[in-house]
């Protein structure tokens, strides 16, 4: 119950595509949903987060769709670049004895060609 | 803002020796604290986290523990190292937006035992 399922595994798109990155939960009490841009050899970045009062966020070129009545959420890349190759990872998250405690999903590889 | 150090970077270490790997956090206080494992093309795996000094809970068991001496340092150990336990260790810590918990992460650990 406490799984986030991310898909695809990894996705190969050209310069200026929309990837796509899907991830669904089950558990019904996550209340926040991030997700997180890591480059090789560097620590997960804070991309961007929704939580479900709203069904969609935009950021840049970086867009988070809700839908949760079907408990699930995706990131959208707008005209994507190379610089963007990276692993993307979902997450979802809710408070619990007192620490805020993320269930992640298991990422994306991104690759942008030019 | 909030910046992480850890600390080594890299660390390469024999079978059956120790491990001491240092977490410390500026510009905040009081933060939630987090260790986690990546192991290569994986996902995260949250090893411990800490909601104040001497306060560790653990969510996979194994031969790895973590400390809390300070408010803003995160320790984990180990007494005898595993094979298994090579990969990528992240710490993060947990700040309070006006929103929600937002979880930052660390630049990382990169651990090879051989």
């Known amino acids: 119950q406490q799984q986030v399922k991310q898909s695809p595994q990894s996705l190969i798109v050209q310069k200026g595509g929309i990837p796509i990155i899907n991830c669904a939960y089950e558990?019904?009490?996550?209340?926040?949903f991030p997700w997180y841009q890591q480059f090789p050899g560097k620590g997960p970045a804070l991309l961007i987060a929704i939580r479900p009062d709203v069904s969609e966020k935009k950021e840049g070129r970086f867009t988070i769709s809700f839908n949760k009545s079907a408990k699930q959420f995706s990131l959208h890349i707008m005209d994507s670049q190379p610089g963007d190759s990276a692993t993307y990872f979902c997450a979802a998250g809710s408070s619990g004895a007192g620490s805020y405690q993320l269930t992640f999903g298991k990422g994306t590889k991104l690759s942008v060609i030019p | 803002s909030q910046t992480i150090h850890q600390w080594p970077a890299t660390l390469v270490q024999p079978v059956g020796s120790p491990l001491s790997l240092e977490c410390t956090v500026e510009?905040?206080?009081?933060?939630?604290l987090y260790w986690y494992r990546q192991a290569a093309g994986r996902g995260l795996q949250l090893l411990f986290y800490s909601v104040g000094i001497g306060q560790i809970s653990s969510e996979v068991p194994q031969n790895l523990s973590a400390s809390r001496p300070q408010d803003r340092q995160f320790i984990l150990s180990s007494k005898k190292l595993l094979l298994s336990d090579s990969g990528f260790y992240l710490c993060?810590?947990?700040?309070?937006?006006?929103?929600?918990?937002?979880?930052?992460f660390g630049p990382g650990t990169r651990l090879t035992v051989l």
């Open positions: 558990n019904t009490a996550f209340d926040y």
């Open positions: 993060a810590c947990t700040l309070r937006d006006f929103i929600t918990d937002t979880q930052y």
């Open positions: 510009g905040t206080s009081n933060p939630n």
